[in-house]
């Protein structure tokens, strides 16, 4: 796992832990499907979402792919 999050009904961030490389996307601040994967020309992340009762998202962010130059890793 890369990343941890933990995002209100209106989709502003509460809580982080991890790294987690560019923006995570809104639909998946909203909770709006339970996984999708975004695949982006460094990096490819799978994201798994659970909205609770208040409205809140928690999303679990998944390092899949990294195509980063020689030398300079993903962590």
Known sequence: ??????????GSLLAWD??????VP?????GERRQS???LPLFGYLYLTSRGPDG???VAAYLLRAALPE???AD
């Open 26 to 30: 809104e639909a998946v601040q909203r």
């Open 56 to 58: 809140s998202v928690a």
């Open 1 to 10: 796992m890369a990343a941890l999050a933990l995002y209100d009904a209106q």
């Open 71 to 73: 030398g300079l890793g």
């Open 37 to 39: 994967y975004r695949d």
């Open 18 to 23: 991890g790294t987690h490389r560019g923006k």
